[in-house]
Protein backbone atom coordinates (compact mmCIF):
# COMPACT_ATOMS: atom_id res chain seq x y z
CA UNK A 1 0.00 0.00 0.00
CA UNK A 2 1.43 3.48 -0.50
CA UNK A 3 -0.11 7.22 -0.01
CA UNK A 4 0.97 8.44 -3.82
CA UNK A 5 -1.91 9.06 -5.41
CA UNK A 6 -2.95 10.99 -2.13
CA UNK A 7 -0.39 12.74 -1.76
CA UNK A 8 -0.15 13.69 -6.01
CA UNK A 9 -4.12 15.15 -5.13
CA UNK A 10 -3.24 17.01 -2.57
CA UNK A 11 0.18 18.29 -4.50
CA UNK A 12 -1.98 19.26 -7.28
CA UNK A 13 -4.84 20.53 -5.32
CA UNK A 14 -7.87 18.94 -6.97
CA UNK A 15 -11.04 19.91 -6.35
CA UNK A 16 -13.29 17.14 -4.57
CA UNK A 17 -16.95 19.15 -5.14
CA UNK A 18 -15.60 19.51 -8.84
CA UNK A 19 -15.10 16.01 -9.23
CA UNK A 20 -18.48 14.89 -7.38
CA UNK A 21 -19.92 17.11 -10.13
CA UNK A 22 -18.54 15.32 -13.18
CA UNK A 23 -19.71 11.77 -11.47
CA UNK A 24 -23.35 13.13 -11.39
CA UNK A 25 -23.42 11.93 -14.32
CA UNK A 26 -23.28 8.35 -13.32
CA UNK A 27 -25.42 8.28 -10.97
CA UNK A 28 -28.75 7.42 -12.27
CA UNK A 29 -27.33 4.26 -14.24
CA UNK A 30 -27.60 2.72 -10.40
CA UNK A 31 -31.16 2.25 -9.30
CA UNK A 32 -30.28 -0.10 -6.07
CA UNK A 33 -27.18 -1.29 -3.78
CA UNK A 34 -25.27 -2.72 -3.50
CA UNK A 35 -22.48 -1.20 -5.18
CA UNK A 36 -19.18 -1.74 -5.37
CA UNK A 37 -16.75 1.40 -6.64
CA UNK A 38 -13.12 0.15 -7.47
CA UNK A 39 -10.51 2.31 -6.74
CA UNK A 40 -12.61 4.87 -5.01
CA UNK A 41 -10.56 7.50 -3.78
CA UNK A 42 -11.58 9.37 -1.28
CA UNK A 43 -15.19 8.49 -2.03
CA UNK A 44 -16.82 11.17 -4.08
CA UNK A 45 -19.19 8.83 -5.91
CA UNK A 46 -20.05 6.89 -2.97
CA UNK A 47 -20.91 9.87 -1.24
CA UNK A 48 -23.61 10.58 -4.35
CA UNK A 49 -24.75 6.81 -3.72
CA UNK A 50 -25.22 7.81 0.08
CA UNK A 51 -27.18 10.76 -0.62
CA UNK A 52 -29.39 8.92 -3.12
CA UNK A 53 -30.06 6.32 -0.83
CA UNK A 54 -27.91 3.91 -2.60
CA UNK A 55 -26.27 0.99 -0.45
CA UNK A 56 -22.40 1.63 -1.64
CA UNK A 57 -19.10 1.12 -0.61
CA UNK A 58 -15.19 0.95 -1.97
CA UNK A 59 -11.97 -0.22 -1.99
CA UNK A 60 -8.52 1.70 -2.46
CA UNK A 61 -4.90 0.47 -2.32
CA UNK A 62 -4.09 4.06 -1.03
CA UNK A 63 -4.00 4.51 2.48
CA UNK A 64 -4.80 8.66 2.06
CA UNK A 65 -7.54 7.73 -0.49
CA UNK A 66 -9.05 5.65 2.37
CA UNK A 67 -8.57 8.02 5.95
CA UNK A 68 -10.14 10.63 3.58
CA UNK A 69 -13.47 8.60 2.73
CA UNK A 70 -13.67 6.91 6.21
CA UNK A 71 -13.36 10.40 7.39
CA UNK A 72 -17.09 11.19 6.13
CA UNK A 73 -18.61 8.09 7.15
CA UNK A 74 -17.83 5.87 4.06
CA UNK A 75 -17.59 1.97 3.83
CA UNK A 76 -14.21 1.71 2.31
CA UNK A 77 -11.57 -0.74 2.50
CA UNK A 78 -7.83 -0.42 2.25
CA UNK A 79 -6.62 -3.23 -0.37
CA UNK A 80 -6.13 -4.19 -3.89
CA UNK A 81 -9.36 -3.25 -6.09
CA UNK A 82 -8.91 -6.63 -8.27
CA UNK A 83 -8.41 -8.88 -5.24
CA UNK A 84 -11.40 -7.50 -3.28
CA UNK A 85 -13.36 -8.03 -6.52
CA UNK A 86 -12.47 -11.80 -7.05
CA UNK A 87 -13.64 -12.32 -3.28
CA UNK A 88 -17.16 -11.02 -3.97
CA UNK A 89 -19.86 -13.72 -4.29
CA UNK A 90 -21.56 -14.49 -7.60
CA UNK A 91 -24.51 -12.70 -8.26
CA UNK A 92 -23.86 -10.54 -4.85
CA UNK A 93 -23.42 -7.23 -6.28
CA UNK A 94 -26.13 -4.38 -8.15
CA UNK A 95 -23.48 -2.48 -9.17
CA UNK A 96 -19.75 -2.14 -9.98
CA UNK A 97 -18.75 1.30 -10.90
CA UNK A 98 -15.28 2.92 -11.33
CA UNK A 99 -14.03 6.41 -12.61
CA UNK A 100 -10.32 6.62 -13.97
CA UNK A 101 -9.13 3.14 -12.58
CA UNK A 102 -9.03 1.63 -15.77
CA UNK A 103 -6.05 3.48 -17.23
CA UNK A 104 -4.10 2.56 -14.27
CA UNK A 105 -4.38 -1.15 -15.50
CA UNK A 106 -2.72 -3.38 -18.22
CA UNK A 107 -5.40 -4.48 -20.79
CA UNK A 108 -5.19 -8.21 -19.59
CA UNK A 109 -6.28 -7.49 -16.06
CA UNK A 110 -8.82 -4.77 -16.89
CA UNK A 111 -10.49 -7.18 -19.10
CA UNK A 112 -10.04 -9.67 -15.81
CA UNK A 113 -11.90 -6.88 -13.93
CA UNK A 114 -14.59 -6.97 -16.12
CA UNK A 115 -14.97 -10.37 -16.05
CA UNK A 116 -15.38 -10.72 -12.73
CA UNK A 117 -17.55 -7.78 -12.46
CA UNK A 118 -20.05 -9.89 -14.74
CA UNK A 119 -19.39 -12.61 -12.58
CA UNK A 120 -20.01 -10.84 -9.36
CA UNK A 121 -23.18 -8.73 -10.67
CA UNK A 122 -26.72 -10.36 -10.16
CA UNK A 123 -29.41 -9.63 -13.22
CA UNK A 124 -29.70 -6.40 -14.09
CA UNK A 125 -26.92 -5.44 -12.09
CA UNK A 126 -24.69 -2.42 -13.83
CA UNK A 127 -21.48 -2.03 -15.00
CA UNK A 128 -20.33 1.57 -15.50
CA UNK A 129 -15.85 2.51 -16.15
CA UNK A 130 -15.05 6.41 -16.86
CA UNK A 131 -11.95 6.90 -17.98
CA UNK A 132 -10.29 9.89 -19.43
CA UNK A 133 -10.62 10.25 -23.30
CA UNK A 134 -7.13 10.30 -25.69
CA UNK A 135 -9.87 11.99 -28.17
CA UNK A 136 -9.24 15.32 -26.21
CA UNK A 137 -6.40 17.14 -27.31
CA UNK A 138 -6.21 18.57 -23.91
CA UNK A 139 -6.00 15.36 -21.89
CA UNK A 140 -4.25 13.59 -24.79
CA UNK A 141 -1.30 16.34 -25.08
CA UNK A 142 -0.77 16.75 -21.05
CA UNK A 143 -3.68 16.10 -18.37
CA UNK A 144 -2.91 12.33 -19.12
CA UNK A 145 0.71 12.09 -18.37
CA UNK A 146 0.73 14.68 -15.42
CA UNK A 147 -0.29 11.40 -12.96
CA UNK A 148 2.71 9.42 -12.68
CA UNK A 149 0.60 6.05 -11.92
CA UNK A 150 -1.32 5.61 -15.70
CA UNK A 151 -0.33 3.02 -17.83
CA UNK A 152 -2.47 3.53 -21.33
CA UNK A 153 -6.10 5.17 -22.36
CA UNK A 154 -8.82 3.01 -23.18
CA UNK A 155 -10.86 3.93 -26.23
CA UNK A 156 -14.81 3.45 -25.60
CA UNK A 157 -15.58 0.61 -27.82
CA UNK A 158 -12.20 -1.86 -26.32
CA UNK A 159 -14.47 -1.04 -22.79
CA UNK A 160 -17.68 -2.12 -24.81
CA UNK A 161 -15.96 -4.98 -26.43
CA UNK A 162 -14.19 -6.27 -23.13
CA UNK A 163 -17.72 -6.53 -21.24
CA UNK A 164 -19.12 -7.98 -23.87
CA UNK A 165 -16.85 -10.91 -24.03
CA UNK A 166 -17.25 -10.86 -20.51
CA UNK A 167 -21.34 -11.75 -21.41
CA UNK A 168 -22.66 -7.97 -20.16
CA UNK A 169 -25.15 -6.17 -22.70
CA UNK A 170 -23.91 -2.41 -23.44
CA UNK A 171 -26.01 -0.19 -22.98
CA UNK A 172 -24.42 2.89 -23.55
CA UNK A 173 -21.06 4.24 -24.44
CA UNK A 174 -19.92 8.08 -24.81
CA UNK A 175 -18.43 11.19 -23.58
CA UNK A 176 -19.37 12.74 -20.06
CA UNK A 177 -21.36 16.07 -20.67
CA UNK A 178 -20.39 17.39 -17.09
CA UNK A 179 -17.05 16.54 -17.59
CA UNK A 180 -16.75 18.68 -21.11
CA UNK A 181 -14.84 22.00 -20.19
CA UNK A 182 -14.10 22.42 -23.95
CA UNK A 183 -11.21 24.41 -25.73
CA UNK A 184 -9.18 27.36 -23.96
CA UNK A 185 -11.21 30.30 -23.75
CA UNK A 186 -8.09 32.07 -25.73
CA UNK A 187 -8.80 29.89 -29.04
CA UNK A 188 -12.27 30.89 -29.21
CA UNK A 189 -12.76 33.18 -32.32
CA UNK A 190 -15.04 35.92 -31.77
CA UNK A 191 -18.49 36.50 -33.62
CA UNK A 192 -19.00 37.78 -37.42
CA UNK A 193 -21.45 39.81 -38.41
CA UNK A 194 -22.98 39.92 -41.22
CA UNK A 195 -24.39 43.13 -42.67
CA UNK A 196 -28.60 43.01 -44.15
CA UNK A 197 -28.43 43.57 -47.86
CA UNK A 198 -28.42 47.10 -48.52
CA UNK A 199 -29.14 47.14 -52.69
CA UNK A 200 -32.60 48.14 -52.28
CA UNK A 201 -31.92 50.64 -50.31
CA UNK A 202 -28.99 52.27 -52.13
CA UNK A 203 -30.78 51.67 -55.67
CA UNK A 204 -33.62 54.18 -54.39
CA UNK A 205 -31.10 56.48 -52.69
CA UNK A 206 -28.83 56.95 -55.67
CA UNK A 207 -32.21 56.74 -58.25
CA UNK A 208 -33.50 59.47 -56.38
CA UNK A 209 -30.47 61.76 -56.68
CA UNK A 210 -30.22 60.85 -60.46
CA UNK A 211 -33.61 61.93 -60.91
CA UNK A 212 -32.54 64.58 -59.51
CA UNK A 213 -29.38 65.38 -60.95
CA UNK A 214 -29.74 64.13 -64.25
CA UNK A 215 -26.50 62.76 -64.42
CA UNK A 216 -24.73 59.69 -66.38
CA UNK A 217 -22.03 59.31 -64.04
CA UNK A 218 -24.43 58.59 -60.88
CA UNK A 219 -25.56 55.06 -62.41
CA UNK A 220 -21.54 54.26 -62.87
CA UNK A 221 -21.41 55.19 -59.17
CA UNK A 222 -24.26 53.19 -58.04
CA UNK A 223 -23.60 50.13 -59.90
CA UNK A 224 -20.06 50.68 -58.27
CA UNK A 225 -21.44 50.55 -54.93
CA UNK A 226 -23.63 47.88 -55.74
CA UNK A 227 -20.61 45.99 -56.88
CA UNK A 228 -18.90 47.02 -53.37
CA UNK A 229 -21.55 46.19 -51.30
CA UNK A 230 -22.04 42.74 -52.77
CA UNK A 231 -18.43 41.62 -52.01
CA UNK A 232 -18.42 42.87 -48.45
CA UNK A 233 -21.73 40.86 -47.99
CA UNK A 234 -19.98 38.04 -49.30
CA UNK A 235 -16.89 38.04 -47.41
CA UNK A 236 -18.75 38.54 -43.69
CA UNK A 237 -20.37 35.43 -45.14
CA UNK A 238 -17.14 33.74 -45.97
CA UNK A 239 -16.07 34.59 -42.56
CA UNK A 240 -19.03 33.36 -40.65
CA UNK A 241 -18.76 29.82 -42.78
CA UNK A 242 -14.99 29.87 -41.35
CA UNK A 243 -15.75 30.23 -37.76
CA UNK A 244 -18.46 27.83 -38.12
CA UNK A 245 -15.93 25.33 -39.60
CA UNK A 246 -13.02 26.76 -37.26
CA UNK A 247 -15.69 25.82 -34.05
CA UNK A 248 -16.29 22.17 -35.62
CA UNK A 249 -12.80 21.83 -35.59
CA UNK A 250 -12.15 23.00 -31.60
CA UNK A 251 -15.40 20.58 -30.85
CA UNK A 252 -13.52 17.98 -32.44
CA UNK A 253 -10.26 18.98 -30.86
CA UNK A 254 -11.50 19.53 -27.61
CA UNK A 255 -14.72 16.66 -26.86
CA UNK A 256 -15.38 15.53 -23.66
CA UNK A 257 -12.50 14.85 -21.21
CA UNK A 258 -14.03 11.88 -19.90
CA UNK A 259 -15.39 8.65 -21.70
CA UNK A 260 -17.24 5.97 -20.05
CA UNK A 261 -19.19 2.45 -21.08
CA UNK A 262 -22.60 1.06 -19.44
CA UNK A 263 -22.93 -2.43 -19.58
CA UNK A 264 -25.73 -4.66 -17.77
CA UNK A 265 -25.25 -8.45 -16.43
CA UNK A 266 -28.20 -10.28 -18.65
Excluded at 16 to 25: S, Y
Excluded at 27 to 49: I, S
Excluded at 150 to 159: D, G, N, T, V
Excluded at 184 to 190: G, N
Aim: proline share 6%.
Amino acid sequence: MSRLESDYYTYMGYDPDNAKAGLRHYLPFFGKGPVLELACGRGEFLELLRDAGIDGEGVDSDEGMVERARSTGLRVELGDAVADLERRADDSLQGVFSAHFAEHLEPDVLEHVIAQSARALGPGGTFVAATPNAACLSVLGHDFWRDPTHIRFYEPRLLAFFCHKAGLEVVETGGNPLNHPGAPPESLAPAVHVDPDLRADMVAAIQHVHDRKHGEDWQSFGHFLGVLEERLRATQEELVALRRSYAHLLDRLYPSNEVYVVARAV
